[in-house]
């Protein structure tokens, strides 16, 4: 029970993290850049986007080494 739960939740991770990081960045880069200005959007952009990839990788399902 305990493992088909935690296999539901990595098959959901790896389903939502390309949604979450495709939503986060045009959501939070724009509102940066409107309230503090276009240096901590060019910031934010780099660390959303370091973010996004580290997790796409950390998430991804590779194929086993037999």
Same mark, same amino acid.
């Given at each position: 029970?305990?493992?088909?739960?935690?296999?539901?939740?990595?098959?959901?991770?790896?389903?939502?993290?390309?949604?979450?990081?495709?939503?986060?960045?045009?959501?939070?880069?724009?509102?940066?850049?409107?309230?503090?200005?276009?240096?901590?959007?060019?910031?934010?952009?780099?660390?959303?986007? +370091?973010?996004?990839?580290?997790?796409?990788?950390? +998430?991804a399902e590779m194929p086993?080494?037999?």
């Open positions: 029970m305990v493992l088909k739960r935690a296999g539901s939740l990595k098959r959901a991770t790896v389903a939502l993290t390309p949604l979450a990081g495709a939503l986060a960045f045009p959501l939070i880069v724009p509102v940066v850049l409107m309230r503090v200005g276009l240096p901590a959007a060019m910031l934010s952009a780099v660390l959303i986007g +370091t973010a996004w990839f580290v997790l796409m990788l950390r +998430t086993g080494h037999h």
